[in-house]
Protein backbone atom coordinates (compact mmCIF):
# COMPACT_ATOMS: atom_id res chain seq x y z
CA UNK A 1 0.00 0.00 0.00
CA UNK A 2 1.85 2.95 -0.64
CA UNK A 3 2.25 6.15 1.31
CA UNK A 4 -0.46 8.70 1.14
CA UNK A 5 -3.16 7.23 -0.05
CA UNK A 6 -6.95 7.81 2.04
CA UNK A 7 -9.35 5.61 3.44
CA UNK A 8 -12.87 6.49 1.42
CA UNK A 9 -15.98 5.07 2.33
CA UNK A 10 -17.98 3.19 -0.44
CA UNK A 11 -21.15 2.20 1.46
CA UNK A 12 -22.72 2.38 4.79
CA UNK A 13 -25.73 -0.29 6.20
CA UNK A 14 -26.95 0.73 9.86
CA UNK A 15 -27.80 -3.10 10.28
CA UNK A 16 -26.40 -6.70 9.25
CA UNK A 17 -26.44 -9.95 10.47
CA UNK A 18 -23.52 -12.59 10.92
CA UNK A 19 -24.08 -16.13 11.05
CA UNK A 20 -21.90 -19.19 11.38
CA UNK A 21 -21.69 -21.91 8.40
CA UNK A 22 -21.09 -25.30 7.55
CA UNK A 23 -18.34 -26.64 5.62
CA UNK A 24 -18.82 -26.42 2.34
CA UNK A 25 -18.72 -29.83 1.16
CA UNK A 26 -19.13 -29.87 -2.34
CA UNK A 27 -18.59 -27.13 -4.92
CA UNK A 28 -22.21 -26.65 -5.65
CA UNK A 29 -22.14 -23.29 -3.68
CA UNK A 30 -23.58 -21.51 -0.22
CA UNK A 31 -26.99 -21.90 0.60
CA UNK A 32 -28.90 -19.59 3.17
CA UNK A 33 -31.22 -22.34 4.37
CA UNK A 34 -28.62 -24.49 5.89
CA UNK A 35 -28.06 -21.71 8.35
CA UNK A 36 -29.64 -21.09 11.31
CA UNK A 37 -31.25 -17.70 10.13
CA UNK A 38 -33.36 -17.20 13.07
CA UNK A 39 -30.17 -17.07 15.23
CA UNK A 40 -27.69 -14.85 14.70
CA UNK A 41 -24.28 -15.12 16.14
CA UNK A 42 -23.88 -11.17 15.88
CA UNK A 43 -25.66 -8.23 14.74
CA UNK A 44 -24.35 -4.96 14.26
CA UNK A 45 -23.49 -2.07 11.47
CA UNK A 46 -21.59 -2.83 8.06
CA UNK A 47 -19.48 -0.13 6.13
CA UNK A 48 -17.05 -0.60 3.19
CA UNK A 49 -14.44 1.36 2.88
CA UNK A 50 -11.66 1.60 0.18
CA UNK A 51 -7.73 2.20 0.42
CA UNK A 52 -6.31 1.87 -2.98
CA UNK A 53 -6.99 -0.79 -4.68
CA UNK A 54 -8.13 -2.67 -1.87
CA UNK A 55 -11.84 -3.10 -0.29
CA UNK A 56 -12.51 -3.55 3.21
CA UNK A 57 -15.68 -5.00 4.79
CA UNK A 58 -16.07 -3.91 8.25
CA UNK A 59 -18.55 -5.01 10.67
CA UNK A 60 -18.73 -2.40 13.93
CA UNK A 61 -20.71 -2.13 16.53
CA UNK A 62 -23.73 0.00 15.68
CA UNK A 63 -23.00 2.07 18.99
CA UNK A 64 -19.49 2.54 19.88
CA UNK A 65 -17.95 1.74 16.30
CA UNK A 66 -15.58 -0.97 17.70
CA UNK A 67 -14.82 -3.12 15.14
CA UNK A 68 -15.31 -6.65 15.12
CA UNK A 69 -14.30 -8.17 12.27
CA UNK A 70 -13.34 -6.72 8.55
CA UNK A 71 -12.40 -8.72 5.25
CA UNK A 72 -10.25 -7.37 2.67
CA UNK A 73 -11.39 -8.19 -1.02
CA UNK A 74 -8.95 -7.34 -3.53
CA UNK A 75 -10.95 -8.87 -6.43
CA UNK A 76 -14.87 -9.28 -6.95
CA UNK A 77 -16.55 -11.31 -7.66
CA UNK A 78 -14.28 -13.95 -5.85
CA UNK A 79 -13.11 -16.07 -2.79
CA UNK A 80 -13.31 -12.99 -0.49
CA UNK A 81 -16.96 -12.09 -0.93
CA UNK A 82 -19.54 -14.80 -2.56
CA UNK A 83 -23.64 -14.65 -3.49
CA UNK A 84 -25.64 -17.46 -2.01
CA UNK A 85 -27.74 -19.84 -4.46
CA UNK A 86 -30.88 -19.51 -2.67
CA UNK A 87 -30.96 -15.98 -1.96
CA UNK A 88 -30.11 -12.58 -3.07
CA UNK A 89 -29.71 -10.78 0.53
CA UNK A 90 -27.45 -13.35 2.10
CA UNK A 91 -23.19 -13.58 0.78
CA UNK A 92 -20.29 -15.32 2.39
CA UNK A 93 -17.22 -13.06 2.89
CA UNK A 94 -13.37 -14.11 4.43
CA UNK A 95 -12.45 -12.46 7.39
CA UNK A 96 -9.39 -11.81 8.79
CA UNK A 97 -7.15 -10.65 11.83
CA UNK A 98 -3.64 -8.92 12.49
CA UNK A 99 -2.18 -12.35 12.44
CA UNK A 100 -3.42 -13.09 9.06
CA UNK A 101 -6.07 -15.94 10.23
CA UNK A 102 -8.64 -16.44 7.86
CA UNK A 103 -12.44 -18.06 8.65
CA UNK A 104 -15.51 -17.78 6.28
CA UNK A 105 -19.17 -16.23 8.03
CA UNK A 106 -22.05 -15.82 6.38
CA UNK A 107 -23.65 -12.07 6.61
CA UNK A 108 -27.26 -10.88 5.72
CA UNK A 109 -29.64 -8.32 5.47
CA UNK A 110 -32.81 -7.58 6.46
CA UNK A 111 -34.13 -5.87 3.36
CA UNK A 112 -33.04 -6.38 -0.18
CA UNK A 113 -32.38 -2.84 -0.60
CA UNK A 114 -29.59 -2.75 1.43
CA UNK A 115 -28.32 -6.19 -0.20
CA UNK A 116 -28.18 -4.63 -3.35
CA UNK A 117 -26.28 -1.28 -2.66
CA UNK A 118 -23.87 -3.86 -1.00
CA UNK A 119 -23.23 -5.54 -3.96
CA UNK A 120 -23.33 -2.18 -6.52
CA UNK A 121 -20.57 -0.33 -4.26
CA UNK A 122 -17.81 -3.30 -4.52
CA UNK A 123 -18.58 -3.35 -8.19
CA UNK A 124 -18.32 -0.01 -8.76
CA UNK A 125 -15.45 0.26 -7.12
CA UNK A 126 -13.31 -2.51 -8.91
CA UNK A 127 -14.63 -1.15 -12.41
CA UNK A 128 -12.84 1.96 -11.10
CA UNK A 129 -10.07 0.01 -10.34
CA UNK A 130 -9.69 -1.64 -13.79
CA UNK A 131 -10.12 1.77 -15.47
CA UNK A 132 -7.14 2.67 -13.44
CA UNK A 133 -5.11 -0.15 -14.48
CA UNK A 134 -5.98 0.35 -18.04
CA UNK A 135 -4.83 3.83 -17.98
CA UNK A 136 -1.40 3.28 -16.32
CA UNK A 137 -0.44 1.04 -18.92
CA UNK A 138 -1.38 3.82 -21.52
CA UNK A 139 0.54 6.08 -19.83
CA UNK A 140 3.71 3.97 -20.08
CA UNK A 141 3.10 3.27 -23.65
CA UNK A 142 1.98 5.48 -25.35
CA UNK A 143 2.74 3.84 -28.84
CA UNK A 144 1.15 1.03 -27.90
CA UNK A 145 -2.09 2.36 -27.51
CA UNK A 146 -4.99 2.34 -30.18
CA UNK A 147 -4.62 5.67 -33.04
CA UNK A 148 -6.62 7.90 -34.48
CA UNK A 149 -6.43 7.97 -38.14
CA UNK A 150 -8.76 10.56 -39.82
CA UNK A 151 -6.71 10.50 -43.03
CA UNK A 152 -8.27 9.26 -46.49
CA UNK A 153 -7.33 5.62 -47.63
CA UNK A 154 -5.71 5.39 -51.32
CA UNK A 155 -9.07 4.78 -53.27
CA UNK A 156 -10.94 5.82 -50.74
CA UNK A 157 -13.98 8.48 -52.07
CA UNK A 158 -16.55 10.37 -50.33
CA UNK A 159 -19.44 11.77 -51.82
CA UNK A 160 -21.59 15.05 -51.01
CA UNK A 161 -24.97 15.78 -51.47
CA UNK A 162 -25.31 19.21 -52.69
CA UNK A 163 -28.44 19.41 -54.42
CA UNK A 164 -30.45 20.81 -51.58
CA UNK A 165 -28.35 22.97 -50.44
CA UNK A 166 -28.61 24.51 -53.83
CA UNK A 167 -31.77 24.35 -54.24
CA UNK A 168 -32.09 25.98 -50.51
CA UNK A 169 -29.94 29.00 -51.59
CA UNK A 170 -31.85 29.05 -54.94
CA UNK A 171 -34.48 29.71 -52.94
CA UNK A 172 -33.74 32.31 -50.66
CA UNK A 173 -31.75 34.49 -53.08
CA UNK A 174 -33.90 34.50 -56.41
CA UNK A 175 -36.08 37.09 -56.86
CA UNK A 176 -40.19 37.16 -57.37
CA UNK A 177 -40.88 36.98 -61.08
CA UNK A 178 -43.81 39.47 -62.16
CA UNK A 179 -46.15 37.87 -64.34
CA UNK A 180 -45.99 39.40 -67.86
CA UNK A 181 -48.66 41.78 -68.94
CA UNK A 182 -51.36 40.84 -71.10
CA UNK A 183 -51.19 44.03 -73.70
CA UNK A 184 -52.42 47.18 -73.69
CA UNK A 185 -53.40 49.33 -70.41
CA UNK A 186 -57.01 47.77 -68.67
CA UNK A 187 -59.10 51.03 -67.86
CA UNK A 188 -62.72 50.55 -66.20
CA UNK A 189 -66.09 51.24 -68.33
CA UNK A 190 -67.35 54.24 -67.18
CA UNK A 191 -70.45 54.00 -65.75
CA UNK A 192 -73.86 52.93 -66.99
CA UNK A 193 -76.24 55.90 -67.99
CA UNK A 194 -73.60 58.26 -67.71
CA UNK A 195 -73.88 62.05 -69.46
CA UNK A 196 -71.12 64.05 -71.17
CA UNK A 197 -70.83 67.24 -69.31
CA UNK A 198 -71.05 70.02 -71.11
CA UNK A 199 -68.41 72.45 -70.53
CA UNK A 200 -68.01 76.11 -71.20
CA UNK A 201 -64.98 76.97 -73.13
CA UNK A 202 -63.04 80.73 -71.76
CA UNK A 203 -63.07 83.80 -73.67
CA UNK A 204 -61.16 83.65 -77.23
CA UNK A 205 -61.41 79.52 -77.29
CA UNK A 206 -63.88 78.22 -80.07
CA UNK A 207 -65.71 74.94 -78.64
CA UNK A 208 -65.83 72.21 -81.20
CA UNK A 209 -68.59 70.57 -82.94
CA UNK A 210 -70.91 68.32 -80.44
CA UNK A 211 -70.72 71.68 -77.70
CA UNK A 212 -68.44 69.56 -75.44
CA UNK A 213 -64.95 69.47 -74.95
CA UNK A 214 -62.24 66.52 -75.20
CA UNK A 215 -59.38 65.12 -73.22
CA UNK A 216 -56.24 66.34 -75.83
CA UNK A 217 -54.56 63.21 -77.13
CA UNK A 218 -51.20 62.13 -75.39
CA UNK A 219 -48.46 62.95 -78.09
CA UNK A 220 -45.51 60.09 -78.16
CA UNK A 221 -42.61 60.51 -76.65
CA UNK A 222 -44.23 62.30 -73.70
CA UNK A 223 -43.69 61.30 -70.05
CA UNK A 224 -46.93 59.93 -69.86
CA UNK A 225 -46.04 57.64 -72.14
CA UNK A 226 -42.61 56.65 -70.59
CA UNK A 227 -44.79 55.66 -67.42
CA UNK A 228 -47.02 53.62 -69.20
CA UNK A 229 -44.31 51.53 -70.70
CA UNK A 230 -42.41 51.15 -67.38
CA UNK A 231 -45.94 49.90 -65.80
CA UNK A 232 -45.62 46.93 -68.93
CA UNK A 233 -48.48 48.61 -70.63
CA UNK A 234 -48.81 49.16 -74.61
CA UNK A 235 -50.58 52.69 -76.05
CA UNK A 236 -51.49 52.26 -79.63
CA UNK A 237 -51.55 56.12 -80.97
CA UNK A 238 -53.76 57.34 -83.71
CA UNK A 239 -53.15 58.69 -86.44
CA UNK A 240 -54.29 62.21 -86.43
CA UNK A 241 -56.63 63.06 -89.35
CA UNK A 242 -55.59 66.45 -91.60
CA UNK A 243 -58.48 69.42 -91.10
CA UNK A 244 -61.19 70.07 -93.49
CA UNK A 245 -62.49 73.49 -94.41
CA UNK A 246 -65.64 72.08 -92.45
CA UNK A 247 -63.73 72.49 -89.23
CA UNK A 248 -61.18 74.76 -89.57
CA UNK A 249 -63.80 77.24 -88.49
CA UNK A 250 -67.02 75.71 -87.36
CA UNK A 251 -68.22 79.44 -87.03
CA UNK A 252 -67.39 81.37 -90.17
CA UNK A 253 -65.90 84.70 -90.71
CA UNK A 254 -68.96 86.98 -89.51
CA UNK A 255 -67.46 89.68 -90.72
CA UNK A 256 -67.65 88.96 -94.76
CA UNK A 257 -71.08 87.06 -94.12
CA UNK A 258 -73.52 89.20 -96.22
CA UNK A 259 -76.53 86.45 -95.41
CA UNK A 260 -76.49 86.36 -91.63
CA UNK A 261 -77.77 89.93 -91.17
CA UNK A 262 -80.30 88.56 -88.12
CA UNK A 263 -77.06 87.52 -86.48
CA UNK A 264 -75.61 90.02 -83.05
CA UNK A 265 -73.23 89.82 -80.80
CA UNK A 266 -73.29 90.06 -76.99
CA UNK A 267 -71.11 93.06 -75.85
CA UNK A 268 -67.93 91.46 -73.71
CA UNK A 269 -68.54 87.92 -74.24
CA UNK A 270 -66.95 87.01 -77.64
CA UNK A 271 -69.60 84.50 -78.35
CA UNK A 272 -72.19 85.07 -81.41
CA UNK A 273 -75.79 84.25 -80.37
CA UNK A 274 -78.62 83.35 -83.39
Known amino acids: ?38 QPSWSGRLRITAKGQVAYIKLEDRTSGE ?21 SRYFVIRIEDENGRRAFIGIGFGDRGDAFDFNVALQDHFKWVKQQCEFAKQAQNPDQGPKLDLGFKEGQMIKLNI ?14 VRPASTGGLSLLPPPPGGKTSTLIPPPGEHLPAGGSLTQPALAPGSVIEHLLYVCGATVSWPTPKPATAATADIWGDFAKSTGSTSSQTQPGTGWVQF
Open 1 to 38: MEEGEYESVLCVKPEVHVYRIPPRATNRGYRAAEWQLD
Open 67 to 87: LFAQAPVDQFPGTAVESVTDS
Open 163 to 176: ANMKKKEGAAGTPR
